[in-house]
């Protein structure tokens, strides 16, 4: 049976990439940001809760630039197909509130839409439709297109305009997914209202179409057996065997079309024809209506064939399998009220967050039948469906405590070393370098104000040039008292003179290289003490605070939340496994009751047949001796 | 004892049993308690997921010696990936063996996140080997180098299989993110 979860995903990723028959044909978009391609390579195998973990974690650290809106509906898909369709909804309604036009908004709307014709709400689905722009069939979003015209259509079902459903999905084409689907709601409805040619005439539309996949097969049987039973109730019963003849043996459904393509034979007081697949019924489970109706259907045939030997070692036997089977569902319903749960059903991780059909998630133990049969209930399904994430949540949590104990042993250690760098020469050295540069810094920042304001380069001479300086002031110092004395040092003193003008000359024209010499520095000196003031006040703060950088808060917080929603999840995995626990055994308890309906009758007709008079006792135990040896 | 009534009403019984199996896309019951609780619950724990996911990035990968390498298929018609072999400064890093599903997931647009581990700033030299079936289903094994320099900044390396129609092989590739 295709659940409603496998569609969505399916739909998904039919639009998020090209379908593996056409793969060659067209080449599939590269995703543009990497957690992008990341959290379609989780999505595409169906992991739902590690490919919105993986949109959710790009979201929060801005990790998905290029694909913001194209990522949130994405999400917002997944979300849907994960079974959070309050969140899908709350997403889809704010990327419509974002958005005036365009593309994301007409796949917003069709989301919107299918959830509200999910819940049954057809005023606010058709009221969502209406919002999609009619242009919204390109090549690209055509599955979704489709599927528009589907849901447009069933909801006009609904409302009983078939005119108006047909009109919807008349130019889908014939090879089209949803097609069989309408054909067969569309048949459904007439039948339930009462008009069971029209009904059948919409199954033989369905039956018409070439249908290839297990599921489209699946529900080809489903039509031929409505239609052999709707037949039946026309007194069509050459029809009726008709239809029911082209149901396969290996359908879920074969059951039905048996016992109703016997039903059809002995409409026709074919009695013969009517035993073979009754007889066949007999060898199925007894959890079956069809099979339990056929215990008495066969022995019913006897008689009417007027072998009422035979018809009482069947009825005989019937009684035996019906006492056997009850003892059976006793059995089944001691377990289901005591054996634990999760050890009942055989729950495959490797099937990925869907929840695929009975064959994929039976269980392996003796009451295997009896969950068969109940699997194919939605209820019985959703229930089972919300224990199985229950489990898969606790097995998260189990693993998720065991991740942060990992981060917890790194933060530890890191702690430590840290700490050891605190403490010990690594903080000496750096507080060391920082008091170093601060010096150089203030030194700096004196030599480029002083030439500043001087600005005659003087301020920036190096120690060789100071000097010569220096020995040019002192002879023209000398020379001048030698002057005073009279002596004529005239010639010295323009040497002098012209020596330490060529000084100041070249320390002029050094001017400019020098000073942005000295700012380069006192940026290097800005940056070394940028990066060490950090690192510097780190190493402080550990020692006051060990659990550094905020990390210890955040694994406290997250270990907080773990323990929080463990205590939250296995309560709810006891509810769930109570309602699941009420809801088999109720189920086997109507199977019990039936069974008890069925033996009764079928004492009765042994009662009545060894009754059957004196005259014809001897018959009859002649009859029973003989088919029983 | 059965009678030709008994026989309609089980007619008109089976038919409607037929008609009340759910059909795809057909109306879902509303939301129940539990519904809501599980809807809650599993978003409450996607949360949770998501903070330790940074968490764990954050401190056992930081950015200033995060390498990450990634891998990605456009088509793959010339190559059917069973495993690929990661190498990293001549120590193997990852021996990754491929699952149809995951092979598919590739196919469709999926990048898988390959290896994320930790590496000194300087250069370092990545070899990965893909080993698979090639065109004409004949085995094949191929092998690309890169050398990257590792920074302050995390690094991101995505391995590519691209078809070449021109030389009717599969391609390998490095790109720096």
Known sequence: MVTRRWLIGLLLALTCSVSAADKAASKPDSAQDLRYGVALFHFFQQSYFNALTELMVGETVNDLPNHGESAELLRGGISLSYGLDNEAERIFNELLATHRSGEQRDVAWFYLAKLKYLRGDNSGARSALEKIAPKFGKKSRQPLNEERKFMHANLLLREGDIAAADAAVEDLDLTSTWLPYYFFNRGVLQTQSGNWQQGVASFDLLQALKLRSEEGKSLRDRALTASGFAYLAGADFARAQSEF????????????????????????????????????????????????????????????????????????????????????????????????????????????????????????????????????????????????????????????????????????????????????????????????????????????????????????????????????????????????????????????????????????????????????????????????????????????????????????????????????????IALAEQLLRDDVIAELKRQEKRLYSYLGQAKLAIARLLDVGSTGLASVAADVEGATQ | MFTMSTLRLGFVALLLSLMSLPVAAEVDSPQRPLETQVQDIKQQVLSLNRDLFILEEELLFPTNTQVAVFLSMNVGEFFQLDAVKLTLDNKTVTNYLYTERQVDALHRGGVQRLYMGNVKAGDHELVAVFTGRGPEGRDFRRGTTMTFSKDSEARHLELKIVDSTAKQQPQFSVKEW
């Not at chain 1, 079956?288 to 006897?302: F, I």
């Not at chain 1, 999760?342 to 064959?359: H, I, V």
């Not at chain 1, 020469?425 to 540069?437: A, F, I, T």
């Open chain 1, 245 to 572: 003849q082209q149901v396969r043996l290996s359908s879920p459904i074969v059951d039905q079309a048996l016992l109703g393509y016997g039903w059809a034979a002995a409409q026709q007081e074919d009695y013969q024809l009517a035993l073979s697949p009754w007889q066949a019924l007999r060898q199925r489970s007894l959890m079956d209506a069809s099979v339990q109706e056929s215990l008495l259907a066969v022995p019913y045939a006897y008689e009417k064939l007027g072998a009422q030997g035979n018809a009482l070692r069947e009825y005989q036997q019937s009684v035996g399998l019906l006492e056997s089977e009850l003892a059976n569902v006793a059995q089944a319903i001691e377990v289901f009220d005591k054996a634990p749960v999760a050890e009942l059903f055989e729950f495959s991780q490797a099937l990925g967050d869907d929840w695929l059909t009975a064959d994929d998630t039976l269980p392996i133990n003796a009451q295997a039948p009896y969950l068969a049969h109940l699997i194919t209930r939605q209820v019985f399904q959703n229930n089972l469906k919300e224990l199985r994430e229950l489990y898969h949540v606790s097995d998260f949590l189990t693993q998720g405590n065991q991740r942060l104990e990992l981060v917890k042993i790194v933060l530890d250690e890191r702690q430590q070393t840290w700490q050891r760098k605190a403490e010990g020469s690594q903080s000496d050295e750096l507080q060391q370098r920082y008091d170093q540069l601060t010096d150089n810094q203030r030194l700096v920042e004196e030599q480029i104000a002083a030439a500043t304001e001087a600005e005659d380069g003087l301020a920036l001479m190096n120690a060789e040039e100071l000097e010569l300086l220096g020995y040019a002031q002192r002879g023209l110092d000398t020379a001048s008292s030698l002057q005073t004395a009279d002596e004529d040092v005239n010639g010295e003193i323009a040497k002098l003179e012209l020596f330490k003008g060529m000084l100041q000359w070249q320390a002029a024209e050094q001017y400019v290289p020098r000073i942005w010499q000295l700012q380069k520095q006192q940026a290097e000196n800005k940056k070394l003490l940028e990066e060490t003031v950090p690192a510097l006040r780190r190493l402080q703060q550990i020692v006051v605070d060990p659990k550094q950088f905020g990390f210890g808060g955040r694994v406290a917080g997250i270990e907080v939340r773990l323990a929080q929603q463990q205590e939250r999840v296995d309560a709810e």
